[in-house]
């Protein structure tokens, strides 16, 4: 009997067996690649993982800001007599430049009359001290009259005893000897009393001088220096015009050297505090300064301006910020840079001007870490070949990112074979048929210029 396929009554069980027999070839065709995969592997590059000296390096940013600015305020009052010509905006002067000058014609008639008060005071010191030399004197010359005079009264006394002269010359002799203890006991008063009135003199002596000095200094304060090389970013006041003390004059900053706060993630920083070479000690930083702790433990910076990428200054790291930003909860790190007009090459490395953006990177001392590249790394995991060519996950917990890497302080990794092929899906325990990157690159590249 013969089927007939054009028969409808038939249809439905010829699609039927044909349904069986697509699933069929389906189902042995799958199983026999998956036997396969299972039998050669699934196929990966891998590269071996080495221990490599590096430097770790953390990165933060800050703005460029004068180590000093100077908010000049006048210290007498008068009239501005002098203002240096080139005194605008933006100028820069040499450390002492005279640049203002206020009346001093009233602070000179001060200093004069100060002057006459002071040699009055003195005059009168020395005549005091010339009277207690005199009273020294009359006190040794009084204590001898004294003493003749009581001398005199025992003898005439002892006469009288004998009715060898009368009353009278008894009490004239008498009288002659009181009058000496009086006035003996004059001059020893004087002698208590004037070292009080030196030392009253002496005081008026020292204020006197003390009119004069400020006289002689509130004259040096009508002539204002720069007090440091350094630019004007303000200028408040013009010639003629009348300033009162406290008035501000201008506003400079120093350009010899300039700071940047760096800031730093929390995390970041305290991961890299880590790898210092000592723990901090209160005494030593207290007796050396925290710029000489930084520096002993093998710190180094470098300044990027954002704006000019590929352009560095060597930087000093002077200390830590006071206290953690309270916005973004960051730490502070001041590096500064000395004489960055000095480094200037036309065109190509500019002076560090206050406001600049910066980028300041933080280098610690060589240490030992597996390298892992930043692309070959999987949701937070390195792919790893074990020992039986099966794949594993390895979690880089604590890792430091730098710049396209992971360091990862673990000398176990050291020797292992990390996966640099895509895989997908990339299941732990896959069997891998492993290939080094540099044969598979190799096979790779002959295969393209076929």
């Known amino acids: 009997m013969r089927w007939n396929f054009s028969a409808k009554k038939n249809l439905p ?17 799958s199983s026999t690649k998956h036997n396969d995969i299972e039998e050669v592997g699934q196929l990966a590059q891998y590269q071996v993982l080495t221990m490599q000296a590096i430097r770790p390096e953390i990165v933060g940013y800050g703005k460029v800001t004068p180590n000093i600015q100077l908010n000049s305020l006048a210290q007498v009052s008068g009239v501005v007599t002098y203002l240096h010509p080139a005194l ?17 014609s009233d602070y000179q008639l001060q200093l004069a009359k100060s002057e006459a008060g002071l040699a009055s005071a003195e005059v009168e010191l020395a005549v005091k001290r010339t009277a207690i030399k005199n009273n020294l004197l009359d006190i040794k010359l009084s204590e001898h009259k004294l003493k003749i005079a009581s001398d005199e009264h025992r003898r005439l006394k002892r006469l009288f005893d004998n009715a060898s002269v009368s009353q009278a010359e008894l009490d004239k002799a008498q009288q002659n000897m009181l009058a000496q203890q ?47 090389t350094g630019r004007i970013h303000q200028v408040n006041i013009e010639r003629a015009q009348l300033v009162t003390k406290g008035t501000s004059l201008f506003r400079a900053s120093d350009i010899k050297k300039v700071l940047i706060n760096a800031q730093y993630t929390y995390q970041t ?31 180094e910076a470098k300044v990027e301006i954002l704006a000019q990428p590929g352009v560095y200054w060597k930087a000093s790291i002077e200390r830590l910020s006071d206290e953690i930003d309270p916005q973004s909860q960051t730490v502070g790190v001041v590096v500064s840079i000395s004489d960055s007009y000095k480094q200037i090459e036309l065109g190509e490395k500019p002076p560090l001007l206050a406001g600049m953006r910066a980028k300041v990177t933080l280098s610690a001392s060589e240490q030992d870490f597996v390298v892992v590249p930043r692309y070959f790394i999987r949701d937070g995991h390195a792919l790893i070949a074990s020992d039986d ?3 594993t996950k390895v979690l880089l917990r604590g890792a430091i990112k730098q710049s396209g890497s992971f360091l990862i302080d673990n000398p176990k990794l050291s020797g292992a074979r990390l996966i640099t092929t895509d895989l997908f899906p990339a299941i732990e325990g896959t069997r891998l048929n492993l290939t080094a990157s540099e044969q598979l690159s190799d096979v790779t590249d002959r295969e393209r210029h076929q």
Not at 13 to 29: E, N
Not at 206 to 220: F, G
Not at 286 to 292: D, K
């Open 389 to 391: 060519n099966k794949l």
């Open 13 to 29: 069980i010829a699609v039927l067996v044909g349904i069986v027999l697509v699933l069929l070839v389906v189902r042995l065709t």
């Open 88 to 104: 605008k905006k933006g100028e820069i002067f040499k450390e002492g430049t005279l640049l203002i000058e206020i009346d001093d």
């Open 269 to 299: 920083f305290n991961q890299f505090s880590s790898f210092f070479n000592r723990t901090p000690s209160m005494q030593t930083i207290s007796e050396r300064g925290m710029a000489s702790y930084l520096k002993a433990q093998g710190l």
């Open 182 to 228: 009086q006035e003996l006991q004059r001059y020893v008063n004087q002698k208590n009393v004037l070292p009080l009135e030196v030392k009253a003199l002496q005081a008026q002596v020292k204020k006197a001088q003390a009119d004069v000095n400020k006289a002689r200094i509130d004259i040096e304060r009508t002539k204002i220096h720069l007090p440091f």
